[in-house]
Each structure stands twice: as C-alpha cells, then as structure tokens.
C-alpha cells in the first residue's frame, strides 16, 4: 500500500462493494425512518421496533452457530459505550425523521473525525498539524449545514443530529479502548438490549405507541432488514479490506440520501449544504490518507 489508497481499489474490490452496500443499506434504513416518522409514528416507537428485530435476529444466529459464548465476557465500560450509543440511535432517528436526509448525512459524516478528536484526548492518541487542520475543516463545514442564523424549529434536527454524531463518536471510541476484550458481537447484541429497555420504558411510561397500520409494517421491517444489512456490510468490508481503504466509502451514504430525499420528498439540499457536505468528505477523505501514510512510516 505504498503508493497510495487508490492502487489498492482492484485488489480489495469486495471489500469496497460491501462498503458502497453498507452505506446503501443506511440510507434506505433512513429513509424508512422519515417514512414512519411523517407517517405518525413516534421516534421512540421506531427505535423500539428497530431493535426488538435486531436484538432477536443477532441472538437467534447466536444461539444457532453456538456462538453465544461471544457475549459472555463483559467489562464495566461496556455500559458507557451502551449508554453512548442509546443517545446517538435516539438523536439520530429523530435527526432522519425530522430533518432532510442529506442535511443529516452530511452531519453524521463528520462522526470519524469526531472520532480522532476523542482519540486524541481520552486515549492518547496522536494528531499532526495537518491532521488537527483538516479536523477544524469538517467543523466548518458542520458550521455551514447547521447555518447560523436559522429559526430554531428548522434547526433543530440539526442541532438534535450534531448531539448525536458527538455520541456516535464517543461510542466508537469506546469500541477502540475495549478492542481485544469485548467481542464485536456483544458490542451489537448489549446495544439492542439496552436500546430496547430504554425506548420500551418511555414508549410505555408515556403513551407514546401508535398502532401499527398493516400498510405500514413493510415498512418497520424494511427499516430492521436494512439496518442489520448496514451492519453485515460494514463488518464484511473490514474483514476483506484495510478500514483505512474503505471507510472513505463511507461517505456514499451522502449521496444516496440525497438521492432518495429527492426521489421521495422532493428535498433539494441548498448550496451551504453541498458546500458543508463537500468539505466534510474531502476533510475526512484527506484524514484517512493522512493516517494511512503515518502507519506506513512507523511500519518502515
């Protein structure tokens, strides 16, 4: 991997594939939500949905391949990273289902650098001035979705979406600092647990569920499908390919919203979102690279 990411694109091709299909299958996932959100269905509700299939659906294969001895070793900052990753799927929902499915992915696409920043301070880990630079850069472009000056009701599944994507990174970071002693597998199956209780509580403390309109559960089951596809995807890629190659891929997701918002809804993202959102791919792109060639030097 010398000469560059790009060289490495034919060699670890399935790789990139599982990559583009995981950020498809978000994106569907997303869409869904702003389908069942607009459809009169509570935020809460869906997320309870969502993870009530997923919870079952990674335990049944569990229990199947004999691999529940996955979940069995547990740490204390487990529940951190639980707790972390409830925030970031509540915020998250109602950024999707509230708010313009670019607008929010182009937010959500600032989450690895986020992830660096964290890194930086809580584990230890190094930043060059280019790097810290290029970070700065994808704030900027946040600075320009989230456009200063907006009203508040426009705003705020912006602002909800930003609380989120800090989450999002605060729990990957967690998954780094629990690397090597918490399988992959708990990391999903405790998630969905916790998710689930939580969103349970508060659908039924408050009166929050909405009956199901036979119409709708093609949805609900679209937005489950297409959310355990994302995850398959995403761990497949890095299985077959270097993350450092495929996370830029990542940023496809960006464009299938778009996409889609448009096709559905009609939503046409105005120009400090596509600025917002061309500088926070190319900052993060340029990190990836950055980081890359740092590794490839302390290998030497």
């Not at 399935?14 to 702003?34: D, F, P, Q, T, W």
């Not at 109602?94 to 920043?117: D, K, M, T, W």
């Not at 709708?216 to 959310?227: G, K, T, V, W």
Request: glycine fraction near 10%.
């Amino acid at each position: 991997m010398t000469a560059g990411l790009l060289p490495d694109v034919p060699r670890h091709g399935r790789g990139i594939v599982l990559m583009l299909g995981s950020a498809l299958s978000l994106s569907v996932m997303n869409a869904a939500v702003k389908a069942l959100t607009l459809s009169g269905y509570h935020t809460l509700q869906i997320v309870l949905t969502d993870c009530l299939f997923g919870f079952a659906s990674v335990f049944l294969w569990l229990a199947a391949t004999g691999r529940l001895r996955w979940v069995r070793r547990v740490r204390p900052m487990l529940a951190c990273y639980v707790g972390a990753a409830i925030c970031a799927c509540f915020s998250l929902f109602y950024g999707f289902g509230h708010g313009g499915l670019a607008q929010i992915s182009a937010v959500v696409a600032a989450a690895p650098l986020l992830v660096a920043v964290l890194s930086f301070f809580f584990l230890g880990e190094r930043l060059t001035r280019w790097q810290v630079t290029l970070a700065l850069a994808g704030f900027g472009g946040i600075l320009l979705i989230l456009q200063p000056g907006m009203d508040m009701q426009a705003s705020l599944p912006l602002i909800v979406t930003l609380g989120g994507t800090i989450a999002l990174a605060a729990s990957q970071v967690l998954v780094r600092y629990l690397n090597g002693q918490i399988h992959t597998a708990a990391f999903i199956l405790y998630f969905y647990v916790g998710a689930a209780a939580v969103s349970g509580a508060l659908v039924v403390g408050n009166g929050l569920w909405t009956p199901v309109a036979a119409g709708d559960m093609p949805l609900f089951l679209l937005c489950a499908l297409a959310d355990i596809a994302a995850l398959v995807c995403m761990y497949s890629a890095f299985r077959h390919a270097p993350a450092s190659l495929v996370t830029p891929f990542q940023y496809s997701n960006i464009v299938w919203s778009a996409l889609l918002g448009y096709v559905i809804w009609q939503e046409q993202p105005g120009l400090w979102t596509a600025m917002g959102a061309g500088i926070i791919i190319g900052a993060g792109i340029l990190f990836t690279r950055a980081a890359l060639r740092r590794q490839q030097v302390a290998a030497a």
